[in-house]
């Protein structure tokens, strides 16, 4: 059953932007915190953006000023708007559902971003 589902990653030149979205059941997107995460090849998973609680967001230094979270309660979807693209943005982004229990995660959108 998929419970979070991703798209919008493709390739993207240097200083260039990309959308992704994040499509969720009504119940997961209404209760469960969003965010977005990352893996580059050898590196970890780590955080790149989230609503937090009390439905303020939440950056990675990384990618503050240029990466912007946002959501749309009638589509139950989330977006990350990925502007001012680097190289080191390159990385597998992964929609994340967390309750206090358990999380969900998509299977993951590839972003390429050339120099």
């Known amino acids: 059953q998929v419970h979070v589902m991703e798209c919008g990653g493709g390739v993207a030149q240097a200083g260039g932007s990309l959308r992704l979205s994040c499509a969720a059941s009504?119940?997961?997107?209404?209760?469960?915190?969003m965010g977005w995460y990352r893996q580059a090849p050898g590196k970890q998973r780590e955080l790149v953006a989230q609503f937090t609680n009390s439905d303020n967001t939440d950056y990675a230094d990384s990618v503050k000023g240029r990466f912007t979270i946002s959501r749309d309660n009638a589509k139950n979807t989330v977006y990350l708007q990925m502007n001012s693209l680097k190289p080191e943005d390159t990385a597998v982004y992964y929609c994340?559902?967390?309750?206090?229990?358990?999380?969900?995660w998509g299977q993951g959108t590839q972003v390429t971003v050339s120099s």
């Open positions: 994340n559902a967390r309750f206090i229990t358990e999380q969900y």
């Open positions: 009504e119940s997961i997107f209404r209760n469960a915190a």
